[in-house]
């Protein structure tokens, strides 16, 4: 069965504290491994996609890896504003995005 | 990406009564996907939205609860048929283009029942 899990289940930092959110997944024939930000009340906002073993992306502070197994969201010194519920999606062959339950971030001054 | 504009926004509604949420898009796009997200809940897909055909199910969603129509490439249509407080959550629509792979979601409607 296509599953997706996120560790941890929260995560508080301290402004400037570097860490690393964790998506391990296991599907049949991975199209696409997915990041989104979601903010309270909000739809999720797109990230990052990252499609083969090996690849990485970033954008400001976030750092994005994929390897067979699993993701990694590197948030290197966070601020505030990047308080948010990270989500990660795997694409099935289906096309359709499997999520995980989340990571809480909060990062305070 | 597309822009997907989603209404209501929110809304409050007697059991038993029956909700329309609406998607619309800025552009075509080739596929369109409802999600329910319960309180402090991820995602659940609840059906993939065709164009001009029954829209597919995921396991433990059903047609009759869930009518979904979508007419054309750039509308879609959620009805959530008579409720229950347990159909309290956020309803989600999403949508993927033509010339990219990222899926891009509404802002969403937060549906209370009493």
């Known amino acids: 069965e296509d599953q997706v899990t996120q560790s941890p289940e929260a995560l508080r930092l301290q402004e400037g504290e570097s860490s690393s959110l964790n998506c391990s997944y296991t599907?049949?024939?991975?199209?696409?491994l997915f990041w989104y930000r979601q903010d309270p009340g909000k739809g999720p906002e797109f990230l990052f996609t990252?499609?083969?073993a090996g690849e990485e992306k970033e954008k400001e502070r976030l750092k994005a890896t994929l390897t067979k197994k699993e993701s990694f969201l590197h948030i290197t010194a966070p601020k505030p504003e990047d308080s948010a519920t990270y989500l990660c999606?795997?694409?099935?062959?289906?096309?359709?995005?499997?999520f995980g339950t989340g990571t809480r971030l909060q990062v305070f001054p | 990406s597309a822009v997907i504009s989603q209404k209501p926004s929110r809304d409050i509604c007697q059991r038993g009564t029956s909700l329309t949420i609406q998607c619309q898009v800025d552009?075509?796009?080739?596929?369109m996907f409802w999600y329910r997200q319960q309180p402090g809940q991820s995602l659940t897909l609840i059906a993939t939205?065709?164009?001009?055909?029954?829209?597919?199910?995921e396991s433990g969603f059903v047609i009759d609860k869930f009518p979904i129509s979508r007419p054309n490439l750039t509308f879609s249509t959620l009805t959530v048929s008579n409720m229950s407080p347990e159909d309290s959550s956020i309803y989600l629509c999403?949508?993927?283009?033509?010339?990219?792979?990222?899926?891009?979601f509404g802002s969403g409607t937060r549906l209370t029942v009493v």
């Open positions: 599907v049949s024939g991975l199209r696409g």
């Open positions: 939205a065709n164009q001009g055909s029954e829209a597919t199910y």
């Open positions: 552009s075509q796009v080739t596929m």
């Open positions: 999403s949508a993927v283009g033509w010339r990219d792979y990222g899926y891009t």
């Open positions: 999606a795997v694409q099935a062959p289906t096309d359709k995005l499997i």
């Open positions: 990252l499609y083969s």
